[in-house]
């Protein structure tokens, strides 16, 4: 499952132009990501909330068991990185 912190409307847009096969769910609310830390704010601006890129794995029994949150958007996990902290969980 992807989250993004755009309208709903927005990240069915995304998805649909992209050519997801998994689910692209709003967290406009932001609350989310908050509580991932996912979300990088200013403490001098309450409108500044910007999501960050970050990769998460959680389990079946819902515990975290990989976390990377990159700080720069443009950068990318690997799809083998992905694909061998997946192993990891199986």
Do not use: C
């Not at 096969?21 to 979300?39: H, I, M, N, Q």
């Not at 500044?48 to 949150?69: C, L």
Request: aromatic share 10%.
């Amino acid at each position: 499952m992807g989250i993004s912190s755009d309208f709903p409307p927005a990240s069915a847009a995304w998805s649909e132009k992209l050519g997801l096969t998994f689910p692209l769910v709003s967290d406009l609310s932001r609350k989310t990501l908050e509580a991932y830390g996912f979300l990088e704010t200013n403490p001098q601006s309450p409108v500044y909330r910007y999501a960050k890129r970050a990769y998460v794995i959680i389990d079946k029994a819902g515990i975290v068991r990989y976390k990377k949150v990159l700080d720069n958007p443009r950068e990318l996990v690997t799809d083998d990185e992905l694909l061998a902290e997946l192993d990891k969980v199986k």
